[in-house]
């Protein structure tokens, strides 16, 4: 048995790789087709973590690295992906090696998050705690029905297909990298990310001019809206929705959308048929005081947040928080377990997850302080397009 990176490889042996051990699960077209960005970043392969038997691949991580703008600070995280262990290779530890490797290299690199999707007691073991924040919710035929006055088309609104190597494809990118809170996210690549989990992406237009784009996914008679941005406001959600629904010949659209996007998005609030905030992936966090700073200054920015100041420990670190006048300082020091104050709670790093992330963050713990209260669960989202 020998581990290595996937450095020499070719992407086109993972893909293959992936198809054989995920099966039915990626088809039809394979992971050619479920995530075609996979063949547009020349060096993916180096972020792949293997093990062979005899140069026989038999097990296979992906470590992607990311970089998250929150305004001005930018966090540097890993998607853990494509874990895959051959049929033949199973009951040997190979995973737990992966990811025990994984997380080693993350903490060298002074990685700041880890994101993954999967079964939740399966990553728990390795730090992972489901968290984030993100709105769902469901438009039917029945809602657009009583809440649409006019049709889109009668005010020159219009969807069309958004091709590859056009100037809308540029327009749409441009859009995405004006966002201040967003992945960054590599240019020629954006059309194939944009296709992601068998998504087609579209453009939205008004008297044809470009406002906007999407991306959206069908599973039978239900279209999945993987990510939507306009230009302006001159064109509702609601329209949108007739559109789409028209358009891609479904009954229902179902979207996900941060939580400091949706404020903003009242047309939709008021039109869906059911919602809900929801968990958006599973999280490791390797350093608290960035995470902090970096959502405190977000929340600040989009909706205002109260003066105050709490203290408490995570494992053998002291962390002390101050908001005064929209400024916010986040300061940590370590403290050996036997010199910390008994007054001032006391967290695990999975508590501490818990307590930052989980949206029953309130129901985590007794002695939460008011600021406690009012600062989290922190919205940490990322969009599923980024993911792999």
């Known amino acids: 048995m020998e581990y290595k990176t996937g450095s020499g490889y070719p992407i086109e042996r993972f893909i293959e790789f992936g198809n054989i051990v995920f099966g039915d699960e990626v088809l039809p077209g394979g992971f050619d087709c479920l995530l075609p960005k996979l063949t547009k970043v020349r060096s993916l392969p180096e972020h792949f973590r293997v093990i062979e038997e005899e140069g026989e691949l038999k097990a296979m991580l992906l470590s992607l690295p990311l970089h998250l703008k929150i305004y001005d600070q930018m966090l540097s995280i890993r998607y853990i992906g494509l874990v895959a262990v051959h049929e033949s290779a199973r009951g040997k530890g190979y995973m737990t090696l992966l990811l025990e490797q994984a997380m080693k290299e993350m903490k060298e690199e002074k990685t700041v998050l880890s994101i993954l999707g999967g079964q939740r007691q399966r990553y728990e073991y390795f730090g992972y705690e489901p968290g984030g924040l993100e709105f769902r919710c469901i438009v039917n035929k029945t809602n657009l029905k009583h809440c649409l006055l006019t049709k889109p088309e009668d005010s020159g609104i219009s969807i069309e297909l958004l091709r590859k190597g056009t100037a809308e ?19 020629d690549s954006f059309y194939e990310l944009l296709q992601s989990w068998r998504s087609t992406p579209y453009v939205v237009y008004k008297e044809g001019e470009f406002k906007g784009y999407l991306s959206i996914s069908i599973d039978g008679r239900t279209g999945r809206v993987r990510e939507l941005y306009r230009k ?8 949108i929705c007739h559109l789409c629904i028209d358009c891609c010949e479904v009954k229902t659209l179902e979207f996900v959308f941060s939580i400091p996007e949706v404020k903003g998005l009242k047309d939709l609030q008021n039109l869906c048929e059911t ?22 200054n977000l929340l600040e920015k989009t909706e ?30 370590r403290v050996p377990r036997e010199d910390q104050l008994k007054n001032l709670p006391a967290y695990t790093c999975k508590e501490a997850m818990q307590l930052l992330l989980s949206p029953l963050s309130a129901l985590q713990v ?22 792999c």
């Open 275 to 296: 919602y809900e905030i929801a968990c958006n992936h599973s999280f490791h966090i390797f350093d608290f005081e960035a995470v902090i700073r970096a959502y405190l």
């Open 366 to 387: 007794e002695e939460k302080s008011n600021e406690i209260r009012k600062w989290f669960p922190l919205p940490l989202y990322l969009s599923i397009l980024d993911a």
């Open 232 to 239: 302006d406001n001159s064109i509702s959600l609601t329209e």
């Open 169 to 187: 494809e540029k327009q749409a990118f441009t859009l995405f990298s004006s966002l201040p809170v967003r992945t960054l996210r590599e240019e």
């Open 304 to 333: 205002g947040i109260v003066d105050g100041e709490t203290s408490f420990y995570i494992e053998d670190e002291l962390y002390r928080i101050c908001v005064k006048g929209g400024c916010q300082t986040v300061k940590k020091e």
